[in-house]
């Protein structure tokens, strides 16, 4: 298995781990987009949210409030993103599921996560929203 995440969650490669039970393992990212920003990973390898078993996915998010709170305790941020990205185009890098929190600073400077919200067409918003609810069958 050449997959990073899952040589992590099996202790093969070193990393800060800040929790973990049988289903996941949270880990400090090495390349932090602010202090604290932390993934949370399957221990069992799924590639992205297509693909997570949903019990997993469940447990995962469970684990990741029980972070996120520990965050709010342990740092004090301003707020928190929760994010998980899905594809390359998506700019997903490593091909083994995660969910970022990133914790959030007033005056952080990061403008990753902001856009300015522009009106959309109500017509095509209501299209788009009937082709998901068509397929959600
Ligand atoms: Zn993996």
């Known amino acids: 298995m050449d997959c990073i995440f899952c040589r992590i969650a099996a202790g093969q490669i070193p990393s800060t781990k800040i929790y973990e039970d049988e289903t996941v393992v ?32 469940g447990r995962l998010h469970q684990a990741a409030a029980k972070v996120a709170a520990a965050i709010k305790r342990g740092l004090e941020p301003d707020g928190l993103v929760a994010l998980q990205l899905n594809g390359r185009a998506a700019g997903q890098l490593v091909m083994h599921y995660h969910l970022h929190l990133v914790p959030r600073y007033e005056g952080d400077g990061v403008t990753a996560f902001d856009w300015t919200p522009q009106q959309g067409d109500p017509d095509e918003v209501q299209k788009t929203a009937d082709k998901i609810v068509a397929a959600l069958g």
Do not use: F
Not at 36 to 54: F, Q, V
């Open 26 to 57: 949270a880990l400090a990212d090495i390349s932090p987009i602010t202090p604290g920003h932390t993934l949370i990973i399957p221990k069992r390898h799924a590639e992205n949210i297509h693909d997570i078993d949903p019990e997993i996915l």
